[in-house]
């Protein structure tokens, strides 16, 4: 079978509470049926065990939890029996149930924060937290590990030895015995991680992972050498919304598993492996993998499993959503005359008679349950008039802020399990919204919002959504070197109105992303140099490298020994790049001692600013020493010029399309025009859709090469508002060439 020829056929399932934690939906075994029962927890601290049949919902058992509201974070099954045992983590403790939703075991952990991740393994338990990694046997503490970085996904191999932790820091760690043995970076830090082909890695078989860049990729372990291979790592073509949840199955039957992935836009995708042979055979092999399926059901995907659940015979994709909608993609046609029914009516027609059906019983049900809570109400509050009053549940605004670094932008989202009526954005710092089609609305369509922005300076717009729509997405650049926070107010569209205010923190160095290791054409060479020292202890200078840049660790990174000046000395190390130009920023720090190596002057300008400052609140002198390299000014240019041209070069190919369609418009013949514009005019379209998809780019690099030079200047003692050379350097950048502005920066 091929998905991308024959496709899937939706059908919503049901819908439940906001659902907020990812792998909270858990397809269970075969039974007696011939379909599928799933397990679903919900932000409530609900635990739902489901069976779908034609249209048609039924609920097996509903359990609450917890009192106290905890939502569920995490749903798995006991993979040591024949699964009628569920696990679900809330707050700090995992609860056992069984398959008629009865608690019959509570663990309660000692981590100091709330459980994101459980594995569960007969009697063997692995959980992780934000920070933290632990292991139980038979209920007793086993392993327990603090992490530098935040921890976003767990697995753990066949043989119980190894768990393969992934995370914030770009990487995929190995621990064995409560130790890190190995790790493997990544494109992005991981946000999924799970084993391709079986429940649970065997030795040496491939591991998948997906991104906060978007970025799907796939690894092995050898437990011998106790090293990790990456297969191949590669970005979506077609989004690079962060991967939320995925999965493998063999959707097409040819004994070679799909991988299944949840995004946060809302798009599910079927990937096919590339590569020959059984599922290991080809996996091994593989360079990569092909898009075979894509959908995109207009919120963010929070789980994602595949199996037989609403008809018997049929594998379908099972997926829930932020709202809590459970939507399935099933291999069945459903747009087909059903065999079963004398009627002659469609696989499709059924399913929504039993959905309409099922709807009618669950109003009817609600609306006795809203009758009986009004007069109870009404009799407490001693009369109807005052029921106004009463307090609303907090408004759940599911708010996301990441960089894409291969656009230079960030990427702002909130999301809702009820309709958006309007978001407020308002900021006293520079914010370039960037208005394209691919950034506005769930369905990504530009009509499905109104966009009321004032012409100041700082950010203040208003966005105005659609009935339907339950995710917002905006596109913006920040400006680096001007830091400060946006503030969002979120209004649902329900009745009484209700809204929540968010605030985003935009840092100095906002562009800048963290990087395992600097590039390998950048050396002290081409780095100037800052270093601060005092008396100031490390977490100080952590905490100030933490209020300069984002995707800092939340703790001090191991110290290693590199080399210093005159000797070798044990310092921490982070490394980042930047995300519009790919400058490079080391900083080596211990106690007393931050060095800073870029070939930037403009970050090192933005650093120098932000420490001086951060050192004045908190009284310590500190002492600052440059070391201004001559050959940090041309190579950053260098940097610059591809950009520069590509840019410039784009901007002039869009103002003239205009022009020549106008001279064109009556004559069938172009060949009077030269081949370059003969090419502008064919590839009209695509030129336009590329500089939309980079709007404001041309400026924004304007913009860097000016900050350079009043860097520069104020590096070198000299008048940085000169008229003249600002003037100069405009007419330079208008007609760009790269000679001429070295020059420019050199005399």
């Known amino acids: 079978m091929d998905l991308s020829r024959v496709g899937l ?8 509470g906001p659902i907020s934690g990812s792998n909270t939906l858990k397809l269970l075994p075969f039974g007696k049926s011939r379909r599928q029962k799933f397990i679903v927890g919900d932000n409530a601290g609900n635990v739902m065990c489901l069976q779908s049949k034609r249209g048609e919902t039924k609920t097996i058992f509903k359990t609450k939890t917890n009192s106290s509201n905890n939502p569920i974070t995490c749903v798995t099954l006991n993979n040591g029996d024949s699964g009628d045992k569920y696990f679900v983590s809330e707050g700090r403790s995992v609860r056992g149930l069984n398959k008629k939703g009865k608690e019959f075991c509570h663990i309660k952990t000692n981590l100091s924060e709330a459980i994101q991740n459980v594995v569960v393994r007969d009697k063997d338990i692995w959980v992780s937290g934000a920070l933290t990694y632990a292991s ?45 043995v190995c790790g493997a970076s990544t494109t992005g830090g991981v946000n999924s991680l799970e084993s391709y082909g079986s429940g649970q890695p065997s030795v040496g078989s491939p591991i998948i992972y997906g991104t906060d860049q978007g970025n799907l990729g796939m690894i092995t372990y050898d437990n011998d050498s106790k090293s990790m291979k990456k297969l191949w790592d590669m970005p979506s073509s077609r989004t690079s919304a962060v991967v939320n949840c995925l999965t493998s199955y063999d959707l097409t039957k040819d004994d070679v598993p799909e991988i299944i992935v949840g995004r946060d836009d809302g798009t599910v995708q079927v990937y096919k492996v590339d590569g020959e042979g059984s599922a290991l055979e080809s996996a091994s092999s593989s360079s990569g993998a092909t898009l075979q399926f894509e959908r995109c059901v207009g919120e963010s995907v929070r789980s994602v499993q595949a199996g ?3 008809s018997a015979g049929y594998d379908e994709v099972v997926l829930c959503t932020y709202s809590g909608n459970i939507v399935s993609f099933s291999t069945e046609a459903l747009d087909q005359v059903d065999e079963d029914d004398k009627q002659g009516r469609s696989k499709a027609s059924l399913d929504m008679e039993g959905k309409s059906k099922h709807m009618r019983d669950e109003l009817a049900k609600l609306e006795k349950k809203v009758e009986a809570s009004h007069a109870k109400l009404t009799k407490v ?52 919204l960037l208005d394209s089609e691919d950034s506005l609305g769930v369905g990504k369509s530009q009509g499905n919002v109104v966009i009321s922005t004032s012409n100041t300076p700082n950010l203040n717009s ?46 100095p160095l906002s562009l800048h992303f963290r990087i395992p290791e600097p590039r390998g054409d950048v050396n002290d060479a081409v780095l100037s ?59 080596r720090y211990r106690q007393g001692l931050v060095t800073i190596k870029s070939d930037s ?18 009284k310590i002198n500190i002492s600052i020493r440059f070391t201004i390299n001559p050959e940090t000014v041309p190579f950053f240019l260098k940097m610059l010029d591809k950009k520069m041209r590509e840019q410039g070069k784009l901007a002039r190919h869009v103002g003239l399309i205009d022009a020549l369609k106008e001279i064109t418009n ?12 003969q090419g502008i005019l064919k590839n009209a379209p695509a030129i336009k859709q590329k500089f939309d998809k980079q709007p404001k780019a041309l400026e924004t690099l304007y913009g860097i090469v000016y900050d350079l030079y009043v860097d520069v200047q104020k590096f070198e003692g000299k008048d940085a508002k000169n008229q003249s050379a600002h003037s100069k350097l405009q007419h330079i950048l208008e007609n760009y060439n790269y000679e001429s502005l070295l020059r420019f920066f050199q005399t």
Do not use: M
């Open 462 to 507: 208003v966005y105005r959504c659609a009935e339907s729509c339950k995710r917002l997405e905006i596109r913006l650049r920040t400006v680096e070197g001007q830091y400060g926070e946006i503030n969002a107010t979120v209004v649902a569209n329900v009745q009484p109105k209700i809204a929540k205010r968010l605030t985003i923190e935009i840092k």
């Open 9 to 16: 056929s939706r059908s919503d399932i049901c819908c439940i």
């Open 136 to 180: 139980y046997r038979d209920g007793v503490e086993h392993e327990y590990l603090t992490c530098a970085d935040a921890v976003s996904c767990l697995v753990v191999s066949e043989n119980n030895e190894s768990a393969f932790v992934g995370g914030k820091d770009n990487q995929i760690h190995v621990v064995e015995n409560g130790t890190i």
């Open 308 to 310: 037989v659940v609403s």
């Open 529 to 587: 140099t800052v270093k601060f020292s005092g008396q100031f202890s490390l977490n100080q200078a952590h905490e100030w490298i933490q209020v300069c840049l984002p995707d800092v660790p939340v703790s001090v990174p191991q110290l290693k020994a590199i080399d210093g000046d005159t000797e070798q000395e044990e310092l921490a190390e982070l490394v980042f790049e930047n995300a519009l130009v790919p400058s490079t920023l080391i900083i």
């Open 601 to 618: 002057i403009s970050a090192i300008a933005i650093i120098r600013e932000v420490f001086t400052k951060e050192a004045n609140k908190r």
């Open 381 to 432: 509050s001693g009369g109807a008039h005052v029921l106004n009053n009463i307090g609303f549940e907090q408004l759940q605004v599911n708010q996301r802020f990441s960089l894409r670094a291969e656009e230079g932008s960030y990427c702002l989202s909130f999301e809702l399990p009820v309709p958006i009526e309007s978001v407020l954005l308002q900021s006293s710092i520079p914010v370039n």
């Open 666 to 677: 009556d004559a069938n013949d172009t060949s009077f025009l030269t081949k370059e514009y």
